[in-house]
């Protein structure tokens, strides 16, 4: 019975399009394990640490929309999952999690490897159901049932996590046990799983559902969009790129502004008139003066890295604040927020567009990209060294990454570098695109970078390359067993600055006698052992024209890599404050 409720769970994944699973080995998920294995249409990754396995699936996820399938065995095995839990709750990223358990008759009694599972996640999970012992009593229609709902909720907009807690007793291997199903559920595995003509569909099949707004709150955007002299629209993370092709016609349309977060897919774009690649800086100059009266600010996506941009919205706020998102949650910090609409993005974006004249950029916009680009020139020349700095690094990745690849960015330092600093490349099939960046935003942990960007690379079916700093590494080194059996390689650009850099930027930075030891934490070690040890290629470049011969080596090899590179924190800290002068000065 075990053996035949693991298959249907995993055939009825399977048929709802839910076909990646990521396995932890353990003794008590055998029946979920083995009907993978069994399964000739469901992919699979083996991951040691149940922490790390994870982050792999929201990296999956945030490339695909779908939801990867994690598995594992009972005990604190499922508790490892929780920082990514609480990451994808935060950031609605779909995620369906399957934890063996002890029969119920084992909980509180001593029983080894036995905890309470039940809500272990507390209200992080959109849905989450103990799943009870396989038993000739229950009809398993129950089961399929059951998994059509958790697909369901899992993906149903804006995406949520799904936990069911499956109890098995033992045998747990499969057995020769005869088995009394009900003749009903015989005819239907016989028409629907003997791999006969039968369209492979759900027991149940949910409809897809479309979240809009109502007419007259559509009709009102249109008028406050047209009557408004002054707008700026400012894109927050996409989760996909139908919502980026969406928006980005919608910037067509109007005569605004277009600021862009480096994970809405605009970012790094070099084909649009109206954006203002480097605002962020741009506000630390003199030609902000052109933003302090703005009529109207949209906002399409959510979470935005820039933290200049907060300061100065708070200071300026516009008139009209409008927030666009496919989910219903307020994502305000600064308290602005005068109207929030709840929509599919690209429906919305597509109907704006129909409804909206075509207008070309305004005057005061070209200012504002004269500006912006001034900016550039000068970043560039200034980081443009022979020695190897942070943001430099930032902005020699954006400029060599293939367009069809992904880039994944740490926490700390390297997303914001890349948010003010990189740039993009025109695509080699001349189609201007950029590639597709990843980060987890959701508590802008430190922890599961590496294993976030192997599953990026399994979504996205494309090689991805992560720029991570060096304590996001050493948090998540077991990941690097990853990169050998990961179907896509990924070039992991590791930082080294010894320590927590962001931190030399803080107030506590002035506490000579405290800071170093317990906030710069330095720790001594490079990478070069750990790249031996998972059999990884190496590359330790001195300088810039060392990194991009390195680089482009390693993306020419289509394996994964290390490329470490050595920074010095308190030189990190003045870098950025000469080139913010620097920068000033040339927008006088």
């Not at 996640?121 to 399929?144: K, R, S």
């Amino acid at each position: 019975m075990n053996q035949l409720w693991g298959y249907l769970i995993v055939e009825e994944l399977v048929r709802n399009g839910i076909d990646y699973f990521v396995i932890s080995p353990g003794s008590r998920s055998t029946p979920l394990t083995v009907a993978v294995a069994q399964n000739a249409q469901a992919k699979k990754i083996i991951c040691l640490d149940e922490r790390a396995a994870g982050f792999h699936a929201i990296g999956y996820a945030r490339a695909t929309g779908n939801p990867a399938v994690l598995i594992c065995t009972s005990g604190t095995a499922a508790a490892n999952y929780l920082p990514a839990v609480i990451e994808a709750s935060n950031d609605n990223i779909p995620l369906i999690i399957l934890s063996s358990d002890r029969p119920p008759e084992l909980r509180h009694t001593g029983a080894n490897q036995t905890i309470n599972q039940v809500n272990l996640y507390g209200d992080y999970p959109t849905w989450q159901f103990d799943l009870p012992c396989p038993t000739a009593e229950i009809n398993p229609n129950v089961v399929l049932t059951t998994i059509d709902l958790a697909v369901s909720r899992a993906r149903q907009a804006p995406g949520g996590i799904v936990h069911l807690n499956c109890m098995f007793r033992e045998p747990l291997a499969p057995t020769d046990a005869h088995v009394e199903i009900p003749t009903s559920l015989v005819k239907w595995i016989e028409s629907r799983f003997s791999g006969g003509e039968a369209p492979p569909t759900p027991y149940t099949r949910y409809a897809g559902r479309l979240t809009i707004p109502a007419a007259d709150e559509i009709q009102s955007l249109v008028e406050t969009i047209a009557s408004t002299a002054k707008g700026i629209l400012f894109v927050g993370q996409l989760k996909s790129p139908a919502e980026t092709q969406a928006v980005i016609k919608l910037a067509a349309r109007l005569d605004w502004a277009v600021f862009a977060d480096v994970r809405s897919g605009l970012r790094l774009r070099q084909d649009l008139p109206n954006l203002i690649h480097y605002f962020d800086r741009l506000l630390l100059t003199d030609s902000a003066i052109e933003l302090e009266q703005i009529d109207t600010i949209v906002q399409i996506g959510t979470r935005i890295v820039s933290s200049q941009w907060f300061k100065w919205i708070e200071k300026h706020p516009p008139t009209h604040y409008i927030a666009i998102a496919d989910n219903g949650e307020r994502y305000d910090p600064s308290h602005l927020v005068s109207l929030r609409i709840e929509s599919d993005i690209t429906y919305l974006c597509d109907l704006l567009c129909q409804q909206l004249p075509l207008l070309s950029p305004s005057t005061w916009v070209q200012k504002l990209r004269s500006a912006s680009d001034r900016i550039g020139v000068t970043a560039a020349k200034f980081l443009k060294t022979s020695k190897l700095t942070e943001p430099l690094v930032a902005l020699t990745i954006s400029e060599l990454i293939p367009s069809q690849r992904g880039l994944w960015v740490s926490n700390s330092m390297p997303i914001r570098d890349l948010d003010m600093f990189g740039v993009g490349a025109i695509a080699e099939d001349s189609q201007l695109l950029s590639p597709r960046v990843g980060a987890n935003r959701g508590t802008s942990g430190i922890e599961g970078a590496i294993a976030s960007a192997t599953g990026f690379a399994v979504g996205l079916q494309a090689p991805v390359t992560a720029i991570v700093g060096d304590l996001s590494s050493l948090h998540d080194l077991n990941s690097l067993a990853l990169l050998r059996g990961n179907s896509q390689p990924v070039i992991v650009v590791i930082i080294n600055n010894d320590g927590g850099g962001i931190f030399s930027f803080l107030p506590i930075a002035k506490s000579s006698q405290i800071f170093d030891t317990y906030f710069g934490t330095p720790h001594g070690v490079n990478f070069c052992h750990a790249a031996a040890m998972f059999e990884l290629d190496y590359y330790h470049p001195q300088h810039r024209e060392e990194l991009i011969r390195d680089y482009q080596q390693a993306l020419a090899a289509r394996r994964s890599a290390i490329i470490e590179l050595t920074t010095d924190r308190a030189e990190n800290l003045q870098l950025h404050q000469d080139l913010n002068l620097a920068i000033q000065q040339s927008n006088i």
